[in-house]
């Protein structure tokens, strides 16, 4: 297709999100709070459809952990919606737990422009999948979730074909099953949310699982490699005042120092947060900090472990 466009696969009038919700019947009509009322209890469907994708949630977060674990990346590719609910997790992983800006990364149809401005006919535009793709050089060490509603949008589509080509870890994160977008990822994370209130407005429900599931893949993936020390973010850089103090707060709960001490420890540690809790936690000087989160691969658990006298 000289234009590097396809049509799509099947009907999409045929799509569970894109059928009329019968229980918003009317909605026009409605008062303000019988509008909330039902977009709330629809919301409140959205996470056991989440639940029911649990077990290929917990393979896509071990997937991602074995990977950044050896250096390779994580990213999202969509477009529309959902490009920006990946652009969303990606931008939002490097502070929350200190990552190199190369770590997470995202791919939207239409390219930045896009996450504030509509960028529809790109969403169409297969090659243009393809070269966005080819452009991050994806390799054996890396993993890409696709991300579309649909699972059929045909930009999204082509970037995973190209990956999964050049034997990159695939993953397609959709709300219809046997979609194309499954049939080209190495496997699926389905999430069945239905109709939408508004039909096909697939910011809604749909939008509100793949955040969820998004939250969970990244979340749980810098969890398995010790970036989180019990439920806190030990990782977190502290680059303003608001951060130092949530960080001094890390140390007193993780290490049980004190205020002081542990105000005091962060400045000694050069504001790092994870060689401040090491230092803390295993009685040991910035160095041996230092060299314990290097051999631990920046595993605060293990590190302190390491670090501490026999």
Known sequence: MRTGKRKAAHDVRRLRTEQPNDGAANL???????IARLINAEDATVATAVRRALPHIARAIDLVAAALRQGGRLIYVGAG???RIGALDAAECVPTFNLATRTVQFIIAGGPKALGSPSESSEDDMKLGRDEMARRKPGKGDVVVGIASSGRTPFTVAA?????RRGTKTIALTCNRNSPLEQAAGFAIVTDVGPEIIAGSSRMKAGTAHKMVLNMISTGAMTRLGYVYGNLMVNVSPRNEKLIQRVVGILERATGADHETARRTLAASSNR???AVVMLAAGV????AAA???KSRG????AIAIATPQ
């Open 28 to 34: 026009d009509q409605k008062s303000a709070i019988e």
């Open 81 to 83: 919606t959902s490009g």
């Open 160 to 164: 995973i074909e190209y990956a999964r």
């Open 273 to 275: 947060t994870p060689v």
């Open 285 to 288: 000087s910035r160095a041996q």
């Open 292 to 294: 314990a989160l290097k």
């Open 299 to 302: 595993h605060v658990r293990l």
